[in-house]
């Protein structure tokens, strides 16, 4: 262990992006930030994030035999490598029949002390009761002198274990985390942690991770709060960090001595954030090449196109513009003005001669009948084709755009718009869309104007809106988080100045398009409730919402 100067504590927070079931790999990354923490920060303690050793959330990866192996493998390969540091790093445990969300501290070639994880969250993303038995008992460590209790995510969000760590000596609470990101979210948990600290009167290290993994997005922002409830340090968002922190004795009580405090991103930069670090991680950690992805000259691909160029940068980005006959002039000249001013491989392909052969072939079955949303359906589907075999030559990723006001009401193709790999803006509202895009566009001004001020339009049909089809989104948007995000009923909605009979409307769409949002590819989660993880809704239901 480091040598205790005149200072008691010194801990390094490790806010690193492990790998889920890459175990090998994750033990490298946290033996990589023990030996700058140790050598570069003269740190007597490293704390890594909740279960980092196979990455969280692992889901059924921890009933696998192997998962069992390769986490002992791992805790003796980290009790051999690791000296001249405590190590607190987050680990399956595994018991007999049982498996714990465990917290273990090495110290010179031992596990020095294990805590296990009181409270399993089981709401929202959260179904830890599915694979872990709660702990019981408190564990104070003894780290250079200081007395310190150990903690895990959830066990913060209650009073109990912080309670029994501190009547049992804590004089510090060092708490080790896997908390995905949501527009609310760091609000949220410094609200927690003020208040906890307090109550209690001491200060509390937060570790939290940061990365993509499949729906959800880690954010980071490490904290430390003094026994006052006062933010010390903040680590920044969605990215890697090692923080170095000192814990001062005066008296009886140990204080925080001020460190760097990460400003907070506003609401529309720390979505944009999340999303471009979940198209990161989700293409990256996937080992592809790059993505591609349709641009229609409309304002949700090309907010995804921003999106794929600041997470990977426009060398491993692809464009492809599928015109028709429905496709007006100002969208060819918006696309290919865009993937001009970001510097992406841009390719015009007309869907045209695969909509005529589907019509043909299609002729006799359907003598007589008037055309209607069928042959719209057609030619999104004609241009899934196309993506799909660039997807499949080029070995490259296929970026879906659908929002989520789309996806909630329906408003998309199977098979269509909607095949692909990934749907980064799939939880944001078409509102959401219209402001990210203007906050990308302070940046520096990649989507043209126009793009973003035209109405809305599929280009299916001729001279088609939206909201042909739809409510004009400042209606739709409301009614849609009132219902989806706050299960807000008929009549609550209707009392916040909405008509009854749209809101009806609206929520029909949505309970009719459960089998729809089913077959969506996964996207980065960024509100209270996504669809994915978080809507589990039947498709068959005689629910009515009124």
């Known amino acids: 262990m480091a040598q205790v100067g005149p200072v008691p504590l010194k801990i390094a927070i490790g806010q690193i992006n492990p790998v889920v079931g890459d175990v090998d790999g994750n033990v490298e990354r946290i033996l990589g930030a023990v030996a700058e923490a140790r050598d570069t920060l003269g740190a007597d303690l490293i704390m890594l994030p909740e279960l980092a050793v196979c990455g969280y959330p692992p889901e059924d990866l921890l009933f696998h035999g192997n998962m069992r192996r390769k986490v002992a493998a791992a805790l003796e390969s980290l009790q051999a490598r690791v000296t001249g540091i405590d190590v607190l790093v987050g680990y399956p445990e595994y018991v007999g029949d049982s498996i714990f969300n465990s917290v273990a501290l090495v110290r010179d070639g031992r596990v020095a002390s294990v805590y296990r994880k009181q409270l399993l969250p089981n709401y929202g993303v959260f179904d830890e009761q599915r694979y872990f038995d709660p702990g019981q008992e ?58 906890c600290a307090q109550e209690t009167r001491v200060p509390l290290v937060y570790c939290n991770m940061v990365g993509g993994q499949d729906e959800l997005v880690f954010d980071g922002g490490s904290l430390v709060v003094d026994g006052c409830g006062e933010i010390r340090v903040r680590a920044p968002a ?93 969208s060819l000249q918006d696309a290919e003005e865009m993937a001009r001013r970001l510097g992406v491989k841009y390719d015009v392909v007309s869907i045209e001669p695969i909509f005529a052969s589907i019509q043909e072939a ?144 609206v929520l029909g769409m949505v309970k009719r398009n459960e089998y729809k949002r089913r077959q969506a590819p996964p996207g980065i989660r960024v509100s209270r409730r996504a669809f994915g993880r978080d809507w589990r809704y039947p498709i068959t239901s005689g629910f009515d919402a009124n």
Not at 270 to 277: D, G, I, R
Not at 363 to 390: C, H, K, W, Y
Request: with cysteine.
């Open 362 to 505: 299609l002729s006799g079955l359907f003598a007589g009948l008037p055309e209607d949303v069928t042959e719209e359906n057609i030619q999104s589907r004609s241009r899934g084709i196309i993506l799909m075999a660039i997807s499949n030559k080029l070995g490259l990723m296929l970026l879906t755009t659908g929002n989520k006001s789309e996806m909630a009401v329906g408003y998309a193709t199977l098979y269509g718009d909607m095949a692909g790999g990934f749907a980064p803006i799939k939880d944001c509202s078409k509102t959401m869309v219209f402001r990210l895009a203007r906050y990308r566009n302070t940046l520096s001004a990649v989507i043209p104007e126009r793009t973003i001020t035209r109405p809305p339009s599929a280009e299916l049909s001729a001279d088609q809106q939206d909201t042909d089809s739809l409510p004009p989104y400042e209606v739709l948007d409301p009614i849609l988080r009132a219902f989806i995000e706050e299960d807000r009923s008929v009549d609550d909605i209707v009392e916040q100045g909405f008509d009854r009979a749209t809101v009806g409307r």
């Open 138 to 195: 408190t564990v104070i460590a003894e780290v250079a002198g200081v007395r310190c209790g150990l903690l895990i995510c959830e066990d913060i969000w209650e009073p109990g274990p912080s309670r029994a760590a501190v009547a049992a000596g804590a004089e510090v609470l060092l708490i080790i985390n896997g908390s995905p990101y949501d527009t609310e979210s760091q609000a949220r948990r410094e609200r927690v942690m003020i208040s």
């Open 238 to 330: 969605f990215e890697e960090a090692l923080l170095g922190i000192e814990l001062d004795r005066q008296a009886d009580r140990l204080s925080v001595r001020a460190g760097d405090v990460a400003p907070l991103l506003d609401l529309d930069a720390s979505v944009y954030e999340a999303l471009v670090l979940g198209i990161r991680d989700y293409v990256n950690k996937h080992h592809f090449p790059g993505i591609v992805l349709g641009l229609s000259g409309g304002i949700d691909s090309a907010l995804t196109l921003a999106l794929a160029v600041d997470a990977l940068g426009p060398d491993r980005v692809r464009t492809v513009m599928m015109p028709s006959r429905y496709t007006a002039d100002i």
